[in-house]
């Protein structure tokens, strides 16, 4: 049972356009949800994240947006770089220690 | 200086036998967590301690057993291992709650376990 979607495993974008990732959650008791990236061979690192009482956080090229109403958040990337292509992982906190994670969208940024 | 480092990195090991998997974290964080990666990319929280007190404990096989012995280290003892065993393993910590970025986890690299 998916808590967190992630319906696209992969998106290619040209460097310098914007990259959309999306995300999806069925729990509207989820109040905080992140967004990590990861390259091959490491760990998940944190990139973005966001409280349920805003439906926006930027910081410099990356943008996350919440919409709760359907159950959505999306991330923004502009411009997207080479050095963006890896995996994506949303996610969101069911509880104060529990983090449950969607699958990952690849990322490629065609140079 | 690597702020949660998991040894070993790869591991490649029998049916049946017994493995640790090692981890410990330099940021001072209060809670440290087992996630569990399979081979269809799901990242899956397993255990959970914070300050040595085990406060998560998702239904996971016994033949699982964490073990703090202090804040800054979580090790996993695996036995009578398994093939759906072979996962990625990543051990990861994150800061008390209410603190500064205390919803952020830091992650470690990653322990690579492949059962024969």
């Known amino acids: 049972d998916q808590q967190v979607k992630q319906n696209s495993p992969s998106l290619s974008v040209q460097e310098g356009r914007i990259s959309i990732l999306n995300c999806d959650y069925t729990n509207s008791m989820f109040d905080y949800f992140l967004w990590y990236k990861k390259y091959p061979a490491e760990g998940p690192t944190f990139l973005i994240s966001i409280s349920s009482i805003k439906d926006k956080n930027e910081d410099g090229r990356f943008t996350v947006f919440l919409n709760k109403s359907a159950k959505h958040l999306s991330l923004h990337i502009v411009p997207s770089q080479p050095g963006d292509s890896a995996v994506y992982f949303c996610a969101a906190m069911a509880g104060t220690y529990k983090y449950i994670f969607g699958t990952g969208t690849r990322l490629k940024v065609l140079a | 200086d690597t702020a949660v480092s998991q040894t070993p990195k790869y591991l490649v090991t029998q049916m049946g036998n017994d493995k640790s998997i090692k981890c410990e974290q330099n940021l001072g964080h209060d809670t440290m967590y087992w996630y569990k990666q399979d081979s269809k990319k799901f990242l899956k929280i397993m255990f959970s301690y914070n300050n040595k007190e085990l406060i998560i404990n998702e239904t996971v096989p016994n033949r699982f057993s964490p073990k703090s012995p202090d804040k800054a280290h979580l090790n996993l003892h695996i036995n009578s291992l398994e093939l759906g065993d072979s996962a990625v393993y990543f051990c990861?910590?994150?800061?008390?709650?209410?603190?500064?970025?205390?919803?952020?986890?830091?992650f470690g690299a990653g322990s690579r376990l492949t059962v024969l």
């Open positions: 990861a910590s994150s800061p008390p709650h209410g603190g500064i970025g205390a919803n952020v986890l830091t």
